[in-house]
């Protein structure tokens, strides 16, 4: 596990305790771990191993079969996800870097879960926006830059089935998002973020001290 844990409320001690009782990272996730640890500082774009345990058992409780992920970085919460997939179920990653996914790619095959997985290097409000609006996508996971949230957000809402869940990632940004000296583009945007699904009545909605911060929505 990262030397530092993700949630920013959480001692180490009582973060191991967690994870440890939970699902723990098996022996490719915690390769993965290492590997993207290597990264340097840019590894805590990753997503934090009791975040990864939910993600997957969160995608076996929706019977899920298509999803969509928004920031793929080096593949742990694509992984999560698609293990949560049945055989048949579908995975669209969005991302830009060829250099980070490639990191993720090795992991899917070593999971034997890259057949569940399409990868698409290219923004992803064009992939976003060039998909269907069916109503098909059962689960959804936005975890990218974050003055784009919002249109992530709008362009996945109208494709997840009623009853699917949107999932965003760093709401709470380290506790920035209340602190009143933090007014850095990326704070000031997920706070308007943060206010746009508080008030959203098209979702019900609930935001959980998971990792950075983690809001669940349900489409109505």
């Known amino acids: 596990m990262p030397d530092q844990p993700k949630?920013?409320?959480?001692?180490?001690?009582?973060?191991?305790?967690?994870?440890e009782h939970g699902t723990p990272p098996d022996a490719v996730q915690q390769e993965?771990?290492?590997?993207?640890?290597?990264?340097?500082?840019?590894?805590?774009?990753?997503?934090?191993?009791e975040q990864g345990a939910f993600m997957t058992l969160l995608t076996r409780l929706?019977?899920?079969?298509?999803?969509?992920?928004?920031?793929?970085?080096?593949?742990?919460s694509a992984l999560c996800i698609a293990r949560g997939l049945p055989e048949d179920g579908h995975l669209l990653c969005c991302d830009v870097s060829e250099e980070w996914t490639a990191i993720g790619r090795r992991a899917w095959?070593?999971?034997g879960v890259a057949d569940r997985i399409e990868l698409r290097i290219a923004p992803a409000l064009d992939t976003l926006n060039a998909l269907p609006e069916d109503e098909e996508i059962d689960l959804a996971f936005i975890d990218a830059d974050k003055?784009?949230?919002?249109?992530?957000?709008?362009?996945?809402?109208?494709?997840?089935?009623?009853g699917g869940v949107i999932?965003?990632?760093?709401?709470?940004?380290?506790?920035?998002?209340?602190?009143?000296?933090?007014?850095?583009e990326n704070?000031?945007?997920?706070?308007?973020?943060?206010?746009?699904?508080?008030?959203d009545e098209r979702v019900d909605r609930v935001m959980i001290p998971l990792a950075d911060g983690l809001t669940l929505c349900?489409?109505?």
């Open 62 to 76: 929706m019977g899920a079969r298509r999803a969509v992920e928004v920031g793929t970085f080096t593949g742990y």
């Open 187 to 199: 704070t000031l945007a997920l706070r308007a973020f943060n206010e746009k699904v508080a008030e």
């Open 218 to 220: 349900r489409k109505r």
């Open 7 to 19: 949630s920013f409320h959480l001692g180490r001690e009582i973060h191991a305790y967690m994870v």
């Open 109 to 111: 095959e070593k999971a």
């Open 167 to 184: 999932l965003v990632d760093n709401v709470l940004w380290s506790g920035n998002v209340v602190n009143p000296e933090a007014s850095d």
């Open 32 to 49: 993965l771990i290492e590997e993207t640890a290597r990264l340097g500082g840019i590894s805590m774009m990753q997503v934090a191993p």
């Open 147 to 162: 003055v784009s949230y919002p249109a992530y957000y709008e362009a996945l809402l109208q494709r997840v089935r009623p």
